[in-house]
């Protein structure tokens, strides 16, 4: 047993060395300064070549003031909503500490100071790695902050390097940002607002933040900001920091701050690249939003400069040919999206956003949601149908030569044989644009001349679910899928243009597919910032289903809906997509090289709800055939200069044709001989029309990639004819399948 001595020993020991250790680590610590913390530096971005796109940080948008100039309003608000005791404690919150250590221990997350003096050196951290050591040095900062530093000091420190959002840092930025006023004029209603901003600009921004968080929508962020910008009143309220006649006086009315406005750089497509690139960067590392924005970084993007100029120059002539919004106020609010995609690899060369942040435009249409996207979804249906065959086949894919009722205003079957019901039990069914007696067509001429009903009962007897499970296998994300109804094969599904050009990248690279990405590589101070490989190739969709899907789509152009587009003049596929009253036309087409997708729509700038194109451009109504396709082939063209036409895979024969319950038996081939007599040919049951026959000379390579006859052209808007249920969620094409708002596709 050792002696009292040596045990007394080791104790004084080892509480000596600690003592000196807490000494050493307190002495070898300096004080921050708000003026060190304030050099942020600019986030630099590069082009795909190397050549710099644009250098944007904060360091322009900072600017130190004293605390008399800040309103004793603000210095309350945050005292009350974050640290009561402020005036009174240490500085210093040791349990708060414990647990961050705790956390990181444990491998979680470490919390954020709980005082504002601990706050305050947080935000003079440039790096935000989380480490035991670096909790240990703030720790000894704010102790030390606590008794050299006076309490007005801190204040004034945390209330000038903390981060307000939209680039925003210290209280006179965040003025200036949100409110277009020095610090000093704030009033207290506005002092509430910033400070319900420390808790997290990109839950409490009223404009949102959905780039970044699909739930920081505008609408949740202003109810959040709200709730929180009154709570923050009630403390100061309680706290006797305000009157009774200012506190009603500030709750009175929301203080609802201005809108975006363009920072230097930041017009053109540059804002919308600069979006995207930053997106990426904060979802594929451990770089924190404030981290990000405290700059330093620099950021090598996939963006080709010639590709970006050349697709904006694409929207803005056809643009400029076709809609003049002073001349027709259906033309006005009409808007693009557009976005570029390499097949096989998955390299964003370009995009277009809108028309700049310059003009007002915020949102980045190229990788925005809440568009339906229409017919150009009937290449999953059919992808599906081949890769996984109908209820009949037992899971043996069918050729896009089996035939389907292509008539209009059809009822829909369930796979038990039953009817498929509206919401009040009627029956549902869904209509074409025009009420043209196609018959039983091949799904190969139903996709040609881009007709619903032949897709909406595929979807049905292959399982939507399996429609869904191509999508999402080719690129298409989960939060983007509509409802799994009758409609969801005529694409009631909202995904980005960013999104459609990969998935269709997919087909282009015989079923290969990989994520779309738009940044190669992140440095920091010379030191690359892991996280930025590139995305895996997979092999999504079996690479005939793809081919075949591939080869219907070539005759997409070259007969159906989107011959506008054989004016590149090379070997292309596509599908052209219109949804129900005109609200968004869309053209996805692709070579080997490049796949592009052009969304055109029109949007209410009060409510961002879509508004009908029946009448835009001085017609009828847009279809994705007409100004989509017409951008996409101005593009192409010029994206494509110099480049080889590589064609693309031979299609392998899908032998298995399987016909539409209730289809007709084929028509008989008559041999005709001198001791017989023709048989004839069996006539149509009353609630069936049978096809023609397929004329005995046929010009291509297989007989089963040949076209049926006949017809004109399918279209994009509903039959004149209104079902009683076509508002209902689950109703005709007329009303939408995901919630009455948009009504699947026609063309």
């Known amino acids: 047993m050792p002696s009292w001595r040596l045990v007394s020993g080791l104790c004084l020991f080892f509480f000596g060395s600690l003592v000196a250790a807490v000494g050493i680590g307190y002495a070898m610590v300096g004080i921050p300064s708000e003026n060190t913390a304030a050099k942020s530096q600019n986030n630099v971005y590069y082009w795909s070549n190397g050549d710099q796109m644009v250098a944007t940080g904060t360091g322009a948008n900072r600017q130190n003031i004293t605390i008399d100039q800040i309103p004793k309003a603000m210095q309350w608000s945050v005292i009350s909503a974050e640290n009561k005791s402020f005036y009174t404690d240490s500085g210093v919150d040791p349990m708060g500490i414990a647990r961050a250590l705790a956390n990181m221990a444990r491998g979680g997350q470490t919390q954020g100071g709980s005082t504002i003096t601990q706050q305050f050196v947080k935000n003079t951290y440039l790096s935000q790695e989380q480490t035991v050591t670096r909790k240990f040095k703030e720790m000894f900062i704010s102790i030390k902050v606590g008794t050299q530093l006076s309490k007005q000091q801190v204040l004034q420190g945390y209330l000038n390097t903390s981060y307000y959002g939209r680039g ?339 087909f282009a690279a015989s079923g290969k597919q990989a994520d779309p990405y738009s940044v190669t590589a992140v440095k920091r101070d010379g030191q690359p910032v892991s996280g930025f490989t590139k995305p895996a190739v997979k092999q999504a969709i079996p690479d005939n289903v793809a081919n075949n899907v591939t080869d219907t789509l070539e005759n997409v152009i070259q007969n159906g809906t989107a011959e506008g587009a054989k004016a590149l003049g090379r070997t292309a596929a596509g599908k052209t997509g219109t949804t129900d009253s005109n609200k968004s036309a869309w053209f996805v087409g692709y070579t080997r090289q490049l796949s592009t997708s052009i969304a055109m729509f029109r949007e209410d700038p009060k409510n961002a709800k879509l508004l009908s194109m029946n009448g835009t451009a001085g017609v009828a109504s847009i279809h994705g055939g007409d100004i989509p396709t017409s951008i996409w082939t101005e593009y192409m063209e010029s994206a494509l200069k110099g480049k080889s036409d590589l064609g693309f895979p031979d299609a392998t024969k899908i032998d298995n044709v399987e016909d539409e319950a209730g289809a007709p038996s084929p028509t008989p081939t008559i041999v005709v001989t001198p001791s017989e007599t023709p048989s004839e040919t069996p006539s149509a049951t009353p609630s069936e029309t049978p096809s023609a026959t397929p004329s005995a000379t046929q010009s291509c390579q297989f007989s089963w990639q040949c076209s049926d006859t006949g017809g004109t052209d399918g279209g994009t808007t509903s039959s004149p004819t209104t079902s009683a249920t076509a508002t209902e969620s689950s109703g005709t094409s007329r009303g939408n399948g995901n919630g009455g708002i948009f009504g699947g596709s026609n063309g």
């Open 168 to 506: 925003a840092y210290g209280i006179q930025a965040a003025a200036q940002t949100y409110y277009g006023v020095d610090a000093v004029k704030l009033t207290p209603s506005q002092c509430a607002f910033l400070a319900a901003l420390l808790k997290g600009p990109t839950y409490y921004d009223p404009i949102g933040a959905t780039s970044i968080d699909p739930a920081a929508t505008a609408d949740a962020n202003r109810v959040r900001s709200k709730a929180r910008w009154s709570w923050i009143l009630e403390q100061m309220h309680n706290d006797k920091r305000i009157t009774d006649a200012e506190y009603q006086t500030a709750i009175k009315k929301y203080p609802m701050p201005q809108g975006l406005k363009a920072t230097k750089g930041m017009t053109g497509q540059i804002s919308y690249l600069v979006d995207t690139a930053k997106k990426y960067v904060l979802n594929h590392s451990d770089i924190s939003q404030t981290e990000f924005d405290q700059g330093g970084f620099q950021i090598y993007t996939t963006f080709q400069k010639d590709k970006v100029n050349e697709l904006s120059a694409a929207v803005k002539k056809v643009q400029k040919e076709r809609i003049d919004p002073k001349k027709r106020n259906l033309d006005k609010y009409v808007q693009f999206g557009a976005a570029s995609v390499v097949p096989n690899d998955g390299a964003i060369v370009a995009l277009y956003g809108g028309d700049g942040y310059e003009n007002g435009h915020f949102t980045n249409n190229a990788d925005t949601s809440g568009v339906p996207v229409g017919s150009t979804w009937k290449p999953f249906v059919l992808a599906a149908a081949m890769e996984y065959g109908t209820y009949k086949t037992d899971g043996v894919g069918i050729s896009p030569l089996s035939k389907y009722n292509g008539n209009d205003h059809l009822k829909v079957r369930n796979q038990d044989g039953s009817y498929v019901l509206n919401k009040d039990n009627s029956l549902f069914y869904q209509n074409n644009e025009s009420d043209h007696a196609w018959g039983y067509i091949t799904l190969r001429k139903a996709m040609e001349q881009s007709i619903n009903t032949p897709f909406v009962q595929l979807g049905m007897d292959v399982g939507n679910s399996k429609v869904r499970d191509v999508a999402k296998a080719s690129g298409i994300l989960d939060d983007s899928f509509a409802t799994l109804n009758a409609s969801f094969a005529i694409g009631t599904s909202t995904p980005s243009a960013i999104r459609m050009a990969d998935a269709y990248a997919t």
